[in-house]
């Protein structure tokens, strides 16, 4: 338990700062509300009612986020490969190709749909 006795430390003083930033926001900050505080903010825009069935939602935003953490994580698994490339061989050699043919296919796959387009 030696040994982690900073990291517990660590954790337990980041808990301990933000339940004192929650606890003094919630004493000193202003409490009056009003309608235009409580209104839904749309980037300055009066805010759109929704259709009844809800409509049709874009999701070109989710699909570019989505695509940059796969290639996000695309990057940290190769980071250890190649510090210990020599270690692995012609079996790490294989292993990541297959790794980078895998998300290139994703990637191609999304640039076909037309995920990567803005209007």
Known sequence: MHPYTPILALGVLAALFVAGSITISALVGPKRYNRARLDSY?????????????????????????????FDIEIIFLYPWAVAFD??????LVEMVIFIVTVFVAYTYVWRRGGLEWD
């Open 87 to 92: 270690q692995m061989g012609l079996f790490g």
């Open 42 to 70: 749309e980037c300055g825009i009066e805010p759109t009612p929704q259709p009844v069935g809800g409509g049709r939602f874009p999701v070109k935003y989710y699909i570019t986020a989505m695509l940059f953490i796969v």
